[in-house]
């Protein structure tokens, strides 16, 4: 799944933050989240089979792990097809310039959280876990400057709105990312809450 919302994110990234052609948005985009989708499926009939056999009760922490990592992944594929949509909001002939100095950055960094998160679930490497958790949260940060920084700029309404958008998408993608990599090194009951104090 995370392969394939790394392959979704590359083809929408050269799209949006390079202007490459839209040119099968079907098998490059939307194939794949479908893809996604059913794998989502398939990984939770499993698991309820799995459980449903008498003796496997041992399994439920796995169980409720994979179930949540699946939620998480396939989200990503949803986000990354919003990022697509703002492509059409985006004027016509957009300063390149802008989106690369706004988002190339941020998107190497998400190319690079897909594979780090991928080896940290597959490899249950805590210490690769451990460098997603903390890259994401000051990815998460970064996103969260710059949309300040671009809502006080006087750039234009529409490269305004658009960069907005994208990086806040960006920020869900990488705590989806996160969230996954909590699963390698946090309690079931923490997953996905890695630093909230407890209240």
Do not use: W
């Amino acid at each position: 799944m995370l392969d394939l919302g790394s392959a979704m994110f590359e083809y929408t990234a050269g799209v949006v933050i390079e202007g490459e052609p839209d040119n099968d948005p079907q098998v490059k985009l939307y194939d794949r989240d479908k893809r996604i989708n059913r794998l989502e499926r398939k990984i939770r009939r499993r698991v309820v089979t799995r459980l449903s056999v008498s003796g496997n009760e041992a399994d439920i922490p796995s169980a409720l792990i994979f179930t949540n990592v699946v939620k998480d992944a396939e989200r990503i594929g949803d986000y990354i097809k919003n990022l697509h949509e703002i492509a059409d909001m985006m004027p016509d002939n957009p300063d390149r310039a802008l989106y690369r100095e706004h988002l190339a950055g941020p998107a190497a960094a998400i190319t690079e959280l897909f594979t780090q998160t991928r080896q940290a679930f597959v490899e249950s490497d805590e210490e690769t876990a451990g460098k997603v958790i903390k890259m994401a949260k000051a990815e998460g940060r970064a996103h969260e400057d710059k949309i300040r920084e671009i809502t006080m700029s006087d750039l234009p309404t529409r490269d305004a709105v658009c960069l907005v958008l994208i990086l806040r998408l960006y920020k869900r993608l990488v705590a989806h990312m996160s969230n996954i990599s909590t699963t390698v090194v946090m309690p079931i009951d923490l997953i996905d809450f890695y630093d909230e104090p407890d209240s």
